[in-house]
């Protein structure tokens, strides 16, 4: 299995690098998960906290001058606040789908459907709101993988924050990623590589389904509060998460109550079927 030690470069593919940032957690895993597409011209997807250590060891991987691109899949603090910083050292453009109040001036935006176009490879920008609501994935057509940010993870659960976080966008986002076929891997924000694309999608649209289902099923024995929720929809849950689950289940709430299935407002409220 490839190294997950922070700082060191593995080889996915002949194509793909990735190198974990040194900042582990409940929420991040492993760590961020920093890739290096390409080896003539290299795209470098998340370039992670703001860690020089992190920035020397993705310079160190390629030539300084062959880090052409600085591409983010969204902008939560451990994706990219190293972006300036690494096209600072290289001369990179940094590239990002836009969003209000980040303290970042990107070179340039990027566009649902446009291409980056290294010797090498082309990586195509897929919009994937939910998680962000500019969040967006990459689909590395050589090899037909996702490269999918926080969209999917392998081992953390992807929390969905309203307002920017929006359930009914994230199911939206990855039932669009399902429909392309051949798919091959993931390489995900967090976590080892899954080596089955489609499954691990469909898995996801399920154990939403499943969440889903179940706030229904509870919120039809009585009306509930979040934390209430929280605390049977998630048993033996780490006291550090809560606020995260919290919120996720207030994405569910709110996309429930766009459907017209249940009724309340906000985090605070007491919500009840329809
Ligand atoms: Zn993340």
């Not at 299995?1 to 922070?6: C, G, H, I, K």
């Not at 897929?126 to 081992?155: K, Q, W």
Request: aromatic share 6%; glycine share 10%; net charge negative.
């Amino acid at each position: 299995m490839p190294d997950m030690t922070p700082g060191v470069a593995s080889a996915l593919s002949p194509l793909v690098r990735r190198i974990v940032a040194n900042n582990p957690g409940y929420m991040t895993g492993p760590g961020t998960n920093t890739y290096l597409v390409g080896i003539d011209e290299v795209a470098v997807i998340d370039p992670g906290p703001e860690d020089v250590a992190h920035v020397e060891a993705i310079i160190g991987a390629s030539m300084r001058e062959r880090v052409r691109w600085v591409l983010l899949t969204h902008t939560h603090p451990d994706h990219w606040p190293a972006a300036r910083y690494l096209a600072d050292q290289t001369g990179a453009e940094i590239l990002m789908f836009p969003v209000k109040g980040i303290d970042l001036e990107p070179h340039g935006w990027l566009e649902n459907g446009q291409i980056i176009e290294g010797t090498e490879f082309g990586l195509e920008v897929i919009h994937t709101p939910g998680h962000a609501s500019n969040h967006v994935c990459f689909f590395l057509e050589e090899e037909r993988a996702y490269v999918t940010g926080d969209h999917i993870m392998n081992g953390s659960t992807v929390v969905i924050p309203p307002p920017d976080g929006n359930m009914t966008h994230y199911l939206e986002s990855l039932e669009l990623l399902k429909k392309r076929t051949r798919l091959t891997r993931i390489y995900p924000g967090h976590g080892e590589v899954i080596d089955d694309a489609k499954g691990k999608i469909q898995e996801y649209i399920e154990h939403r389904l499943m969440r889903e289902g179940q706030i229904v099923d509870l919120l039809a024995e009585g009306p509930a509060k979040i934390p209430a929720i929280v605390a049977r929809l998630y048993e033996g849950l780490n006291e550090a998460i809560v606020p995260r689950a919290e919120q996720t289940v207030l994405a569910h709430l709110l996309k429930l109550k766009r459907d017209g299935r249940v009724v309340g407002r906000d985090e605070r409220s007491t919500w009840k079927t329809a």
